[in-house]
């Protein structure tokens, strides 16, 4: 079992920053690819960013990309989504999910989420 805990979510102004973290614990995220997906109020959950387990690669949605950085520290078991240049339209609750093929199967854990509420 994985359990991931997101914080760094807050109130910002639009074209301000937020730096948030996914703290894993419960066993090493090194194997799992990692991502972020936000949900704002009366919308499905949809894809922010993700990082492969090596940090190698990353990929952004079109609505995120160049203001949006995915990371990741596999010695603090940790993975990081930077956000500038902040839009009111970013505003959800985000969440850190972490994602790996086991075989057959594909197990993903998730967490309960953070606030980012952007201010116009």
């Known amino acids: 079992q994985v359990q991931l805990v997101e914080s760094g979510g807050g109130l910002v102004q639009a074209g301000g920053s937020l730096k948030l973290s996914c703290a894993a614990s419960?066993?090493?995220?090194?194997?799992?690819?990692m991502g972020w997906f936000r949900q704002a109020p009366g919308k499905e959950r949809e894809f922010v960013a993700a990082i492969t387990s090596g940090g190698r690669s990353t990929y952004y949605a079109d609505s995120v990309k160049g203001r949006f950085t995915i990371s990741r520290d596999n010695a603090k078991n940790t993975v990081y989504l930077q956000m500038n240049s902040l839009k009111p339209e970013d505003t959800a609750v985000y969440y850190c999910?972490?994602?790996?093929?086991?075989?057959?199967?594909?197990?993903?854990?998730w967490g309960q989420g953070t606030q980012v509420t952007v201010s116009s």
């Open positions: 419960g066993r090493t995220i090194s194997s799992y690819s």
């Open positions: 999910n972490a994602f790996r093929v086991a075989g057959d199967a594909v197990v993903d854990y």
